[in-house]
């Protein structure tokens, strides 16, 4: 059951979906401990690994020709 972000003081149990510093985790056990502690290690399964930080954001032109129609 997704629970949306972790918080802390709330209590989760088996099953209940959370995300946690940009990934999902979803719990193995009933537990009020933060994903990706030494604390919660058993606690906690990461389901969705964050991925890599993009690129600038620039936009660049890669073919200045113009599109030509054909027949």
């Not at 995300?19 to 906690?44: C, L, M, N, R």
């Amino acid at each position: 059951l997704d629970r949306g972000v972790w918080e802390e003081g709330r209590t989760y149990v088996k099953g209940d979906a959370v995300t946690f510093q940009g990934q999902v985790y979803i719990a193995q056990a009933e537990t009020s401990a933060a994903p990706h502690t030494t604390a919660a290690k058993d606690d906690w399964r990461l389901a969705v690994k964050s991925g890599r930080n993009g690129k600038d954001g620039v936009v660049r032109t890669i073919n200045t020709k113009p599109i030509v129609k054909v027949g």
